[in-house]
């Protein structure tokens, strides 16, 4: 079985930053591409980020480019989101899940979803 806990969520003010983290238990993030979603209070769930299996591509929504960074580490089954210039629209839950199916910004295409982790964004 394969579990994913997503922490590092917190409250900061607009143009701070946070660094998210999505550790895996049960089988390593290597064989999988992984994903960084976002659900804020009566909206859907929307793709923000992700890594390739193998790190060397990443992809990311045009709102959060230039922004938000997402690497990981394969030795300690983690992988990172680092958020800079916050602004209050980036206030949401923010889940990991793997990309089973391989589609990419498609959420349909993932499996095994944390629990999330608490973003909020003061003016």
């Known amino acids: 079985q394969v579990q994913l806990v997503e922490s590092g969520g917190g409250l900061v003010q607009a143009g701070g930053s946070l660094r998210l983290s999505c550790a895996a238990s049960g089988r390593s993030f290597s064989n999988y591409d992984v994903g960084w979603f976002r659900q804020a209070l009566g909206k859907e769930r929307e793709f923000v980020a992700s890594?390739?299996?193998?790190?060397?591509?990443?992809t990311y929504a045009d709102l959060v480019k230039g922004r938000f960074t997402i690497s990981g580490d394969n030795a300690k089954n983690t992988v990172y989101l680092q958020m800079n210039s916050l602004k209050p629209e980036d206030t949401a839950v923010y889940y990991c899940a793997l990309d089973i199916l391989g589609l990419g910004k498609q959420s349909r295409s993932y499996a095994y979803w944390g629990q999330g982790t608490q973003v909020t964004v003061s003016s």
């Open positions: 890594i390739t299996r193998s790190g060397d591509s990443t």
